[in-house]
């Protein structure tokens, strides 16, 4: 299991380098090729799109991966269920656009969400073969597939911006996207479903499904409400500055976590009868994430003022105090996030459902209250009720049960919060010097963040243990992979 995670986490680390240009390209380029409303607009409709997608999977996806046995006459009947649902929810969403321009007061975002109503129908035709592909532990090719979306889609978006195509660059963009993960997970899987599809006994995985899709629904309201309420509320320009502090800070938290689900959902869920081992191997990988990660975020939420518009240009400064705020919420989430997989792993949906009503109603709330003072105020308000209301309560909701104790969560955590508080002592206090150019400040702080956190964290027992378990791995696995290729190439007899 340790040697399937590593290449797993290996393949997904070679894929973020290959995504890493096109990332950057995107932060960098798209923001002065368009305007806000360009991303306001098309933050309107990205709510109502990833809604639509989370009903039609329905959960089977976790379902196929958390089953014991499958059979292809189920598989097939999940796939032509899945199809046909795709094609419906497409049509009605075709039909209902008007009614999102009447919510938005805005016929651009109607006219937007017709067009999205085809991504429905890609969604239909790629869920399965995803599920297939991560329950087969293919870690390598899902990261690959994951790389070229993101490349072609930066390139199809760049094109359509460059030609005056403004918001509509950035769905073109997600269209070619779906079209490379479809293509991608039916090259993976090779599996087409000509077998006669059986559905009987398919209730199973939509008893499971339905638990997890209504806990992720309230998942994804809690995560989109927010900008549904300042596109309506506020406006689409403001909501063009919220959307990208909120994708700088928070999503690629998410991405994280969506990697994680596919690395370690399949590891766990073949653990759950040996509590030890599972203890052992979440911890493990929790404490990595902090090791590696809060360093970053509090670099990151300090130096705001100067990143944001450096990177994306002066014209979104006003994204600024809205990404620090929300690297806040985005200090724990590596780990917080994490544990959708405990509660799936476990098969615990009835609380998986429980916490996810809890979050939702909690988040929403924060998003009306901090209203009052537009864009800065959601972000403010939701970062607060996250670090102070919803981590310790899921941190306790999900420790209740199961192999991971709530003390195990706190003490993993402690060496890494104790890093992150000190280090942002340090940045507030460097970032009062005069720098030569804004380069130099922003490497100057990263360096210096992750100095002095792991300098703090090293001065606890399990900071050091997190240390040292890095080390291993790289001095382990790493030697073991490349035998491993060396051993596969193919072998020429000398004549």
Known sequence: MQTHAVNGALAIGLAQLIKLPFQAASLLVLPRLLQPIDYGIYAMVDPIVAFSALLLNFGISQAIIQAPALQRMEISGLFW?????????????????????????????????????????????????????????????????????????????????????????????????????????????????????????????????????????????????????????VGGTPLGHYDRGNKLAIVPIQRINTLLQSLMLPILSRLNEEAERYRYAYLRVIRQLMLFSTPGVVALGVTAPVLVPFVIGEQWAPAAPIFAWLTLAALHRPVSMSMDLLFISQGRTRDYLIWSFFSAATSVASFIIGLRWGAVGV?????????????????????????????????????????????????????????????????????????????????????????????????????????????????????
């Open 81 to 233: 269920i899945t199809t046909i649902a795709g094609c419906v929810a497409a049509a009605i969403m075709f039909v209902a656009s008007p009614l999102v321009a009447m919510l938005y007061h805005d016929p651009r975002a109607g006219t937007v969400a017709a067009v999205s109503a085809v991504f429905l129908v890609l969604t239909g035709l790629t869920n399965i073969h995803e599920a297939l592909l991560n329950r087969q532990m293919k870690f390598g090719w899902v990261a690959m597939i994951g790389a070229a979306g993101v490349a072609i889609g930066f390139v199809v978006s760049a094109i359509a911006a460059i030609l005056g195509a403004g918001y509509w660059s950035l769905t073109l963009g997600f269209g070619a996207t779906q079209l490379v993960s479809l293509a991608g997970v039916w090259l993976g899987v090779r599996w087409i479903p000509r077998e006669k599809p059986s559905f009987k006994g398919l209730l199973r995985f939509y008893k499971f499904g339905g638990a997890v899709m209504v806990a992720d629904g309230a998942t994804v309201l809690a995560r989109d409400a927010d900008s549904i309420l300042i596109g309506r509320y």
């Open 379 to 495: 972000a403010a308000a939701f970062a607060l009720s996250d670090l102070l209301i919803r981590m310790p309560v899921l941190w306790w909701w999900v420790t209740r049960r199961g192999p991971i104790k709530m003390i195990d969560l706190y003490a993993s955590a402690l060496p890494f919060a104790a890093g992150s508080a000190v280090a942002f002592l340090v940045l507030t206090a460097l970032q009062r010097l005069p720098f030569h150019n804004d380069l130099i400040q922003l490497a100057a702080s990263a360096i210096i963040a992750y100095a002095t956190a792991w300098g703090v964290a090293a001065l606890f027992r399990r900071g050091r243990a997190a240390m040292a378990d890095s080390i291993h791995l790289i001095r382990t696995e790493l030697p073991r992979l490349l035998l491993r290729r060396v051993r596969e190439a193919p072998q020429h007899e000398v004549p």
